[in-house]
């Protein structure tokens, strides 16, 4: 991993206002120190004794929002202060001015939030570095399992463990879409949930099988890293695909994704697959009446 050092706003600035592998570096960077604020925090107001007035929830009843979401979001946002004057960003928790370089950072300070909350080990620090409502850098920080993934667009997908040497991703060569392994998430909206039960009723007995692990994030990973070989999901934020999806396609999956200005209330699906069952598996969710926003 690059380190970006704290105070060199005026070389990263300067030398590449868009350059995706140093978008890449500072995603990496300060998606690894989030994680770790997240770690500790986490022991300390989820598993100590500051819970109280620690949890709030925001579209619906089971859509939490911790403080711990909150401290991640405002220690990137002052990061990318420093080292990206001029950019915009886009956050789970917030917005902020418009970017005069071109190039909107988009933060999800932590995906899977009920897997935080519960001390399942699916969670993540995610961060897009993005030029005209594209994204050509991105990192995932795998926050229980200190891993990260990354990618710059052109150069290729990554991930390293703790301490270890960077590995390239490449995502399965399945071509049977009845052996494919296919992750989901629904939404919080019950209405949605019940439409989204139906779809994967339909699918169900024509894949191998079906992981719902809770973070958007961590399953386009997944699928970048040959873990499953195809995921949808309906009603994404741009925070939940902007990095993983670059991450995916740089590790050779077909990627379909919302506008980059939709938001989760669109209902609008994203799709990933490896590349030897992605048409079939469009084609399957088409058949299950998946393609049209829900
Ligand atoms: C989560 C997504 C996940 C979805 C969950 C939730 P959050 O994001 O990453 O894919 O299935 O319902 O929306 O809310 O934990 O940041």
């Known amino acids: 991993m690059v380190r970006v050092p704290e105070n060199s706003s005026h ?28 770690r500790q925090r986490r022991a300390e107001v989820i598993e100590g004794q500051a819970r109280d007035g620690a949890v709030s929830t925001k579209s619906t ?3 939490p929002v911790t403080i711990v979401d909150q401290e991640s979001e405002e220690l990137i946002r002052t990061r990318l202060a420093t080292l990206r004057p001029g950019d915009s960003i886009l956050g789970e928790e917030g917005g902020g001015a418009a970017s005069t370089t071109g190039i909107r ?11 935080f909350l519960y001390g399942i080990d699916a969670y993540a620090v995610s961060i897009a570095a993005q030029l005209d409502g594209t994204s050509i850098a991105g990192a995932v920080a795998d926050v229980p399992g200190r891993r990260i993934y990354s990618a710059a667009r052109g150069h290729g997908a990554w991930q390293h463990g703790p301490g270890g040497k960077p590995e390239r991703l ?6 049977n879409l009845g052996h494919a392994l296919v992750a989901t998430g629904f939404g919080y909206d019950p209405a949605r949930r019940a439409e989204q039960g139906s779809i994967v009723a339909h699918l169900l007995p024509e894949v ?35 990095a993983a999806s670059l991450i995916a396609e740089e590790a050779g999956a077909v990627l379909v994704t919302p506008p980059a200005d939709s938001s989760g209330s669109d209902g609008i699906v994203t799709i990933g697959a490896a590349p030897g069952v992605a048409e079939a598996f469009q084609g399957l969710l088409g058949e299950a009446g998946a393609l049209r926003a829900l």
């Open 208 to 242: 191998r099988d079906i992981r719902r692990i809770g973070s958007a994030a961590i399953d386009l990973c997944l699928l970048a890293a040959g873990r499953v070989d195809a995921y949808y999901e309906h009603g994404l934020h741009p925070w939940d695909w902007a």
């Open 170 to 175: 490449r995502c399965t060569t399945e071509t």
């Open 105 to 115: 950072w988009v933060i999800d300070p932590i995906d899977g939030t009920v897997n």
């Open 61 to 63: 009843a089971t859509d």
């Open 11 to 38: 070389q990263a600035h300067a030398s590449s206002a868009s350059d995706p592998e140093a978008l890449r570096a500072i995603a990496e960077q300060l998606a690894a120190e989030a994680a770790e604020l997240v």
